[in-house]
């Protein structure tokens, strides 16, 4: 099975950036789709950025802010996250669906905390 390593949270100040990286292990063919979730305490989690093909969807809440990408050479995908609030304080995680030497995968991350706090 394909093992995802997030990286890249922390703590920032209201107004900070922070970006979050999550590599693929394995032998990973293709990346049909990625994407970034997040769960904040008490509350479900929610779709944050995803990108199929060539087409990228953001919440509401990230747009004009978050930015996803991806590097198919190394096989990680980004969010980049600009201007954070408060609000934004969650647990982070990744997902990505493709194809690897085994077959197909569908897999997500551990997860990284972000807190945006002064």
Request: aromatic share 10%.
């Amino acid at each position: 099975q394909v093992q995802l390593v997030e990286s890249g949270g922390g703590l920032v100040q209201p107004g900070g950036s922070l970006r979050l990286s999550c590599a693929a292990s394995g032998s990973v063919f293709t990346i049909s789709s990625c994407g970034w979730y997040r769960q904040a305490p008490g509350k479900q989690r929610e779709m944050v950025a995803s990108m199929t093909g060539g087409r990228t969807t953001y919440a509401d809440s990230a747009k004009g802010r978050f930015t996803i990408s991806r590097d198919n050479g190394r096989i990680t995908v980004y969010l980049h996250m600009n201007n954070l609030k408060p609000e934004d304080t969650a647990v982070y995680y990744c997902h990505l669906v493709g194809e690897y030497g085994s077959g197909p995968f569908d897999s997500w991350g551990q997860g990284t905390q972000v807190t945006v706090s002064s």
